[in-house]
């Protein structure tokens, strides 16, 4: 039986459905999609809220989050990171397994699962490692894991040894399973170009043959993008996904370098693995996700303490927050400035991500009532001190955009609201 207050009818939108905008009303019942059309008359019972001039997309997914539990507890919790993604317009998450312990087994994947049912406000669905304890060795039981997680994935470090990758992408392939591959070669020079893309090499190549789904993490570069373009032209189901501070910030926007004011924590706001490149590799980027190569937009939001991130660029611990800040960001920088569509950019952070991990979702009626509501018009200056994360360390603080997310919508219920 329908109860009160479980209807909201968002009204005068502009919805991104099915690849184009349509201006219509959108009603959510028990928690599903119930009805899209114009002028739907609201009754006593619905929750009615004006959002004329808004935009509405289907809930965003981000592919690579750490949220820190089990095991890091004063870097974020569950509870803490949903609340940062609700604030960002996300519905669902991938945290990746560096963790303690690392989700490699039924067990130490159910301490995790225990944590996210107990606290997760969106929806949480984490990677298990490609390896056992993440140590680059024996490969996880991944029949076993499928069920259970989005994908597979050693984040934080590379697998070294070619054989063992092999075997995981055997492994892939014979259980439909894909692996979300943190490319990084300890051979070369540390955060070289060549560590990250000697590894995506190896693995694109390998990933073709044995025809398994293969995604790597965060590119940084240009020749990453490229050897994931032949990939992709050679049949191969290889994918990627970076992060707005690959396509917005080099090494030269380094407040550190360039203010005489800078402090040890600004210096932390712009460490993080792989790090910021040069103009090309950006310019690359950006060109990879105008034709495609790039189909994918992840944060790798990574919060650490402030102290962790008050040591300065060299001695900080890597990794910055972005869950806050991504779509803002990317709609500010490279929607507002002609580079790409606003579509492409609901692709990149929804219709895509859900298509190449198997997640399903649409805006559509009858599906899960997960929407994000954006105001694209009023500006506002990013304050890391007002995140719902516990992490507060990003490149991004202080800057002047477009695009915050007003509404946060998650199984018909509002999870985040401004
Ligand atoms: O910057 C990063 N932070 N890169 C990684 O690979 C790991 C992540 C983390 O867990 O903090
Ligand atoms: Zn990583």
């Known amino acids: 039986m329908a109860m009160s207050g479980n209807r909201i009818l968002l009204k005068g939108g502009r919805l991104f459905a099915q690849g184009k905008f349509i201006d219509s009303d959108i009603l959510f019942s028990d928690g599903i999609i119930s009805r899209i059309a114009q002028d739907i008359v609201p009754e006593g019972d619905m929750k009615v809220v004006d959002i004329t001039g808004r935009v509405v997309s ?41 963790l303690k312990p690392a989700p490699d087994s039924l067990e130490t994947l159910g301490v995790q699962l225990d944590l996210i049912k107990a606290q997760a406000t969106v929806d949480v669905l984490p990677f298990a490692t490609i390896t056992q304890r993440r140590a680059g060795g024996a490969v996880v039981d991944m029949a076993a894991l499928k069920p259970y997680v989005a994908g597979f994935s050693d984040d934080g470090s590379g697998v070294q040894t070619a054989e063992v990758m092999r075997e995981a992408m055997k492994l892939a392939k014979a259980n439909d399973c894909i692996i979300s591959a943190h490319c990084e070669d300890m051979d070369e020079p540390p955060f070289s170009a060549s560590s990250e893309y000697r590894q995506v090499e190896r693995d694109a190549i390998m990933a073709a043959e044995i025809g398994c789904r293969y995604h790597v993490c965060h590119v940084s570069t240009k020749e990453s993008v490229e050897a994931i373009r032949k990939a992709k032209a050679a049949g191969a189901s290889v994918t990627c996904e970076t992060g707005p501070h690959y396509l917005t910030l080099i090494q030269a926007d380094r407040v550190d370098l360039n203010d005489p004011a800078a402090t040890l924590a600004d210096g932390g706001r712009f460490r993080m693995n792989p790090p910021l490149r040069e103009a090309d590799d950006r310019e690359a980027l950006i060109a990879g996700i105008q034709d495609g190569t790039v189909e994918v937009l992840a944060t790798d939001h990574a919060p650490h303490t402030a102290d962790e991130k008050s040591r300065g660029y060299d001695n900080s611990l890597m990794g910055i927050v972005g869950l806050e800040t991504a779509f803002p960001v990317m709609y500010t920088k490279l929607v507002k400035t002609g580079r790409i569509s606003l579509e492409k950019l609901f692709e990149l952070m929804c219709d895509n991500p859900r298509r190449i991990f198997g997640f399903g979702g649409a805006l559509a009626e009858g599906q899960k009532a997960d929407v994000a509501v954006f105001d694209l018009d009023s500006e506002f200056t990013i304050d890391s001190s007002k995140f719902a994360s516990m992490g507060h360390s990003t490149p991004f603080d202080g800057w002047q955009v477009q695009g915050h997310c007003v509404m946060t919508i998650k199984d018909g219920k509002v999870v985040y609201s401004e």
Do not use: Q, W
């Open 58 to 98: 289907y809930g965003l997914v981000d592919v690579h989050v750490h949220f820190r539990e089990p095991g890091f507890s004063a870097k974020e919790t569950i509870a803490t990171g949903s609340a940062a993604a609700a604030r960002g317009g996300y519905t669902l998450v991938c945290p990746m397994p560096n």
